[in-house]
């Protein structure tokens, strides 16, 4: 009955024993960055930056985080640019929207960053450089992997519509929380506050819920097997790097809420 049901919302997948490969791989990479976030190894941007020790610092290549950022999410936003030229031969409504809406999340990122964001410490070059061959790829075998599906039967429960919903609160509600975090502090103060805000009162990385929010919708816009564990991989990242932020905020603050969760309302 539940395998039935889940078929009813992807796209039969025929593809080769490479590809089922390639998609097991895609998960286990993911997976293993959430694995590492859970036990202390963080990915070294935002707060935990300086997170190393030891002989790992004297190797290490510090940017600015602006600059940081700007590589994560550069490579993803040209791979969607891209996209409407290298595959110009797939006009499907589904196809359109899956590229537009990944070409859109990764603007409105970069221009996060060079319009909202008021960043302090700097940005380790390799967790930059590992997250942005991240997004990239995933970004270009979404699209990629959409393309392979053009002219194959529909799913049988058409998710697009509801996706693009899905997408355009995880987008606004990813915004929202961005622009509160960027008005805690002005661009001479280095400090960081207990967010205040939106739902802030809830949970400390309520972006990081929208995001997830922003991966669901994209998932149910492609309806393919990849963009499925794609978004779950994504969300099992977020969840444990939102867990360290708050373990983070309650060192750092004695006056942290302790009713406040890391991402799900009342909840986790």
Known sequence: MITKMLESLVYPDSSSAYVKAYYGFTVLAVAYLGIAEATGKHLQYSKFWNSSSGSNKSAQILIPSKVGMLI????????????????SDGDGIRFLMLKSAITIHFLKRDLEVLFVHKFSGHMVLNTALLISSTYFTAAASMI???NRVEGVPEPLVDLKYVGLL????????????????????DEKDKGYKIPRGGLFSLVICPHYLFEILTFIGISFI?????????TVGSAMYLLARSR?????????????????????????
């Not at 994560?72 to 595959?87: I, K, M, N, Q």
């Not at 309806?223 to 499925?228: C, M, P, V």
């Open 222 to 230: 492609s309806q393919t097997l990849f963009s499925y564990l794609f």
């Open 244 to 268: 360290a932020t708050r373990n983070w905020y309650l060192s750092k603050f004695e006056d942290f809420p302790k009713n406040v969760k890391a991402l799900i309302p009342y909840v986790l």
């Open 144 to 146: 990629y992997f959409q």
């Open 166 to 185: 899905v997408f355009l609160v995880g987008m606004v509600g990813n915004f929202y929380h961005h622009y509160l975090l960027s008005k805690l502090r």
């Open 72 to 87: 994560l999410y550069t490579p993803a936003l040209l791979a969607g640019v891209s996209s409407f030229w290298v595959f």
